[in-house]
């Protein structure tokens, strides 16, 4: 009994790892599967944090309509284009003439004082500031409008001052700012766009990449048949978990080391935000990897060929960038989007990822997230032992139609030579 089981644990090594070694052998010799898993996620990281290392927008361009021609009119557009984030690009005499400025994207905002700007200060009455701004991006509008609030709550100030009358600066001071607070930037001090959206798009791209490598590889092996090749192997059920286990194996095998170049080394050349400690990423990336490599195995069955598998995770990867959460609040989605959402990895991955890296939690805050990946990976490992053992069987089936036909056409062949032999 003891004999009987250790030979068929050494059977299913044996087996495991040749199939893992035939894996890793075909990954290196394919130049599509071996530039979806090496060189896409080396470069493709590199050149998205290179775009977004400056963190914010600085120097934006604005448009000023000055019908004023005041003395305070003058000192705000001053104190504008003093901001590091904004700067007067164009004096324009109408709004018609910045409104086409602003369509030709020549400037991303107008400011606007009308002709009675100081006049009406100086009745002590209320006066105005138009500003507006291109919605199109929301980093340009927010420089722009945060800078005019910021340089018209500096000028309500002084008014105020002026017209008190205080003779001790505190009392200027109570007066401007009665209610004194302290801004404190959580998880995000540079308040950076790369910080807050290059952590989700490493994970995002850790699972993309794992799709299209996985996928081009079944299309390949779809294309020439190469699944005949696993059928010795499957001799009974046991034999699927061998095929699956070997081939897993060597996709996590290279993906533990490009999922360190990702979350360790690349946050670390750009400067981003990163609280990770080493446990707790450990922890986290296994279950991840295992199900992204899961996942894809899955959805191996819908690529009949290799160029399927590009369309199929190109049209994939904004909506599942979308549903992570990270450019629209999760509490906000229709509740089937957030049904679907659970069943992708990035999902559970991404949260998890950036609540480690850039909140500093530790892995029990993330238990949610931690315990979905591992659910999944079981999940999906079941699945992707049931689509390989339908795909062995089709395999197995078509191999012997092929050998039935091979038979019956060797068999006509020679009744025909006999019938021809015949006096």
Known sequence: MKETLLHRIKEGLRD??????KEMRSTITDEGVLIFFILVPIL????YSWAYSSEVVREVPVAVVDLSHSHQSRQFIREFDASPDTKVAYYCTSLDEARQLVGKQVVHG????????QTRTLRMEQSHVGVYCDMALM??????????????????GEVQIALSGNPTDREDEILTEPLAFEEVPMFNPTGGYGSFLIPGVLMLIIQQTLLLGIGLAAGTARESNRYQDL????????????????????????????????????????????????GSLLALMVPYILSCIFFGMMLSCLVRYRENVLLLVVFTTVPFLFLTGMSWPQ??????????ATLIPSTFGVRGF????????????IRLEYQAL??????????????????????????????????????????????????
Not at 331 to 340: E, L, N, Q
Not at 354 to 365: H, K, P, Q, W
């Open 331 to 340: 509490s906000s989605m229709p509740g089937v989007w957030r049904g679907i």
């Open 139 to 156: 980093l340009t509008y927010k420089a722009i409008y945060q800078t005019a609030q910021a340089v018209a709550s500096h000028m309500n």
């Open 354 to 365: 950036v609540r480690l890296n850039t909140m500093g939690a530790t892995l029990s805050d």
């Open 231 to 278: 059928v010795p192997v499957s001799r009974h059920y046991n034999g699927i978990f061998r095929i699956v286990l070997g081939k897993s194996l060597a996709y996590f095998m290279i993906y533990a080391v490009i999922s360190a170049y990702l979350t360790l080394v690349v946050p670390r050349i750009f400067g981003f935000t990163s609280l990770l400690s080493g």
């Open 374 to 423: 591992w659910l999944q990976t079981a999940v999906y490992f079941l699945a992707t032992c049931a689509v390989y053992r339908f795909q062995i069987i089709s395999a197995h089936r078509h191999a012997n139609d092929r050998i039935q036909v091979l038979k019956e056409k060797a068999k006509a062949a020679r009744m025909r030579k006999e019938a021809q032999a015949k006096p």
């Open 110 to 117: 107008v400011l606007y004082f009308p002709t009675d700007f």
């Open 16 to 21: 495991m790892c040749y199939i893992w070694a």
């Open 44 to 47: 493709y990281p590199l050149l």
